[in-house]
């Protein structure tokens, strides 16, 4: 029997938390017996999952979205890798903004061309926007989750990057784009032409959205690549002599190529 029976009582009050209910299926439901340190280290990261993929709703603005996508943390693209073995991040993103309120109410209606231009000046926007806060959020939307957010096809989203590219000549941090992923084009060819350009790395850094170390690190394994090249080594004994993948020397191969064209006479 308890010596203090009065603080039991209120002590009950403060075990009927979410954590101890965790614990408790996990031990109870579950039958997950051992460690209670391992139990209750469970139930934290548990609680934290649930507190990263809803967020309080008061956390929220307005227009805002909570969406769980692509975390932006080194990680490459694995020929074989799943969607779901990718780490993920929850951002918060403003999908609509008082600015795009006040857009619809004084939109003046022009004829078919000028209302299309006037849609796509907007969606443009839209887009750099998402991208641009998943990215400071620390997260990585792909061209599919644009389409399904912006309710665009994936060709539109497509074309929306190109014409911000060369409109601006900025590379948006798209997933596809930071992972060397699909039909897109590359980081690494990108970064390499901006470099073959005489741009400096730093401005490539702004340019691309890209880190630092990233960047020198294209350019490190493009330099290597490219003199011996010019040394007349052919790409086996590149790929011995780098110490990379074939598939990474044909890469770096075929851009020397593509932005030197007279070289390959």
């Known amino acids: 029997m308890s010596i203090n029976p009065t603080r039991d009582r209120y002590e009950s009050i403060n075990k009927r938390t979410f954590h101890q209910a965790i614990i408790n299926l996990l031990e109870n439901e579950y039958k997950i017996l051992g460690s209670r340190k391992v139990i209750e280290m469970l139930a ?15 956390k929220v603005g307005f227009g805002e979205i909570v969406f ?24 918060t993103l403003p999908l609509i903004t008082k600015e795009d ?15 299309y231009r006037h849609r796509e000046s907007r969606d443009i926007k839209t887009m750099v926007r998402l991208l641009k806060e998943a990215k400071q959020q620390g997260g990585l939307l792909s061209g599919a989750e644009l389409s399904v957010l912006m309710n665009r096809s994936l060709t539109t989203i ?3 990057l190109n014409a911000y590219r060369e409109k601006t ?7 596809g784009y930071v992972l060397d992923q699909g039909s897109l ?34 350019i490190k394994h493009y330099e290597q ?35 030197n064209p007279e070289t390959n006479k």
Do not use: C, W
């Not at 000549?169 to 997933?175: A, V």
């Not at 040394?231 to 190529?257: F, P």
């Open 225 to 259: 690549v490219k003199k011996l090249l010019r040394k007349k080594i052919d790409e086996k004994a590149i790929q011995e002599i780098t110490g990379r993948s074939m598939k990474v020397v044909k890469e770096y191969i075929k851009l020397y190529y593509d932005l």
């Open 44 to 58: 934290d990261d548990i609680e934290d999952l649930h507190r990263e993929f809803y967020p309080s709703s008061n």
């Open 169 to 175: 000549g900025e590379i948006l941090p798209l997933k």
């Open 68 to 91: 769980t996508t692509t975390k932006d943390d080194g990680q490459r693209q694995s020929y074989g890798k799943k969607t779901e073995d990718y780490a993920t991040v929850t951002v």
């Open 185 to 218: 084009p590359t980081h690494k060819g990108i970064i390499i032409n901006l470099y073959e350009q005489g741009i400096s790395p730093a401005d490539i850094v702004l340019k691309t959205s890209h880190s630092q170390d990233a960047v020198d690190r294209y």
């Open 101 to 115: 309120v006040e857009r619809r109410i004084y939109f003046k209606k022009g004829d078919r061309n000028s209302n």
């Open 158 to 160: 497509r074309k929306y």
